[in-house]
């Protein structure tokens, strides 16, 4: 079946560090990839999102591209903040739509000032 | 604009206590979802639907019911509680296939 593999962490940086947070999917057709983000006692929201191959997503400086030879999807940010300390989730959907999303475990963040 | 609702926030049961978990949503999306959140295991699909009527299982739906009379709400209900089943539950609506999941706070349920 489908299937999200991404970094464990948890990942702790300084302010104004560069991130990536690597994510590799194994799907049987072509998926929607996903980068959703949690802050402490919330929901999850979406971050960005890629829906065919070489698309890159990308919202509050945060940035993913769409590789299908690599079946990958990092997420990467220049310069992080301490207000991007969160949990972020690498998902797909593949075939189906936003109702059936396959996620990776979640990559815990913390930046430091 | 209230989103994605969820009731009750936090909910502690007995083992063997039956219970409904509320969702109801007011964007008048066709698909909603039920997921539950486990440390280490990210989210998993419970139970879905598509339209009011429409239910359909996912990944981890034994000893959980749904049902969905109306374009609002999406109920999740335990049967019997176990403790194999104290998670973080979500829930989520998307406004059509390729619409965005938007996610309520979660409802942390514990059984003892």
């Known amino acids: 079946g489908d299937s999200v593999t991404q970094m464990e962490g948890p990942v702790t940086l300084s302010e104004e560090a560069c991130l990536t947070i690597?994510?590799?999917?194994?799907?049987?057709?072509?998926?929607?990839l996903f980068w959703y983000v949690q802050y402490p006692g919330e929901g999850l929201q979406l971050l960005l999102k890629?829906?065919?191959?070489?698309d890159k997503g990308s919202n509050k400086g945060f940035e993913a591209t769409y590789r299908k030879e690599t079946t990958s999807f990092h997420l990467e940010k220049g310069s992080v903040q301490v207000s991007d300390s969160a949990v972020y989730f690498c998902a797909l959907s593949d075939g189906g739509g936003s109702e059936k999303l396959v996620f990776g475990k979640g990559t815990k963040l913390t930046v430091n000032p | 604009n209230a989103g994605v609702t969820q009731t009750p926030k936090f909910q502690v049961l007995k083992t063997g206590q039956s219970m409904t978990l509320q969702c109801a949503q007011d964007?008048?999306?066709?698909?909603m979802s039920w997921y539950r959140q486990d440390p280490g295991m990210g989210l998993r699909l419970i139970h879905y639907s598509v339209g009011a009527g429409i239910t359909d299982q996912g990944e981890v739906p034994n000893g959980y019911n749904v049902s969905r009379s109306t374009t609002e709400d999406f109920p999740l209900r335990l049967l019997s509680a176990a403790p194999s089943q104290t998670s973080v539950y979500f829930c989520?609506?998307?406004?059509?296939?390729?619409?965005?999941?938007?996610f309520g706070q979660g409802t942390r349920l514990t059984v003892v």
């Open positions: 989520a609506s998307s406004y059509g296939r390729q619409g965005e999941a938007f």
């Open positions: 890629a829906t065919k191959a070489d």
């Open positions: 690597n994510c590799t999917y194994t799907a049987t057709g072509y998926p929607s």
């Open positions: 964007m008048n999306h066709e698909y």
